[in-house]
């Protein structure tokens, strides 16, 4: 079974911190993902990426950065935590087919980490 | 942009009923997925449908897609108090995912 492990469950952190929200996952997949969940907004996608050293910004890329030395590890850097970060933040990956890209494969969860910025 | 969107927002159902839900997207498609999170969980994967399929059956789920009409339905039968839970769609085009905002299904014993 895939295992996707996100490093804390429960962070907090204040404004103007830069922080690190770790992600492994073991299956080999291709594909890493970030979103942020809120409450009426559903997952909105912050930043993916298709293989080491690569990334693509996705829907709410501002405030946030990533970083993918390793394949089986995708963080997610805030640079300046800001109070409007507060939330709950999800960490996935896939497999890629030539058929069917990045976006095509089931995806695998991690947990979460819900971050509250004070 | 939030790209698909859940219809109802939240359903409770008694156990043993049926739970319907329904999702819009606004672009085209590989596949349609739908998730499930249990309360403080990850999502969890549950179906996918591929956009020239029309109907999909897994266990007690059953899901169509209407590309004309970019739309898809989940239908769980014989509701469980386990199936308490929010269930995504999720619109898989070739690079991106784009999730819905989910639906809260309750099932009362």
């Known amino acids: 079974d895939v295992k996707v492990t996100q490093s804390s469950r429960y962070l907090v952190k204040r404004t103007g911190e830069k922080v690190f929200l770790e992600c492994v996952q073991d299956?080999?997949?291709?594909?890493m993902f970030w979103y942020r969940q809120d409450p009426g907004l559903g997952l909105r996608l912050i930043y993916f990426?298709?293989?080491?050293?690569?990334?693509e910004k996705g829907d709410i890329p501002e405030g946030y950065s990533v970083s993918r030395e390793k394949k089986e590890r995708f963080s997610l850097i805030l640079e300046s935590a800001s109070t409007n970060q507060t939330s709950m933040y999800l960490c996935?990956?896939?497999?890629?087919?030539?058929?069917?890209?990045?976006?095509?494969?089931?995806?695998?969860f991690g947990d979460g980490t819900r971050l509250s910025i004070l | 942009s939030q790209q698909g969107e859940e219809d109802p927002q939240a359903l409770s159902i008694q156990e043993g009923e049926n739970a319907t839900m329904n999702c819009s997207y606004k672009?085209?498609?590989?596949?349609l997925q739908w998730y499930r999170q249990n309360s403080g969980r990850g999502l969890v994967h549950l179906i996918l449908?591929?956009?020239?399929?029309r109907e999909k059956h897994s266990g007690r789920l059953r899901v169509t897609l209407d590309t004309s009409k970019k739309s898809s339905s989940l239908l769980i039968t014989a509701s469980r108090a386990a199936d308490t839970a929010s269930y995504f769609c999720?619109?898989?085009?070739?690079?991106?995912?784009?999730f819905g905002i989910g639906t809260k299904l309750q099932v009362i014993p």
């Open positions: 299956m080999d997949h291709e594909n």
């Open positions: 999720a619109a898989h085009g070739y690079q991106k995912v784009t």
């Open positions: 990426s298709y293989d080491v050293k690569m990334k």
């Open positions: 996935a990956s896939s497999s890629s087919h030539v058929k069917t890209g990045a976006g095509g494969q089931p995806q695998h």
């Open positions: 449908i591929r956009s020239n399929e």
């Open positions: 672009t085209s498609i590989n596949n």
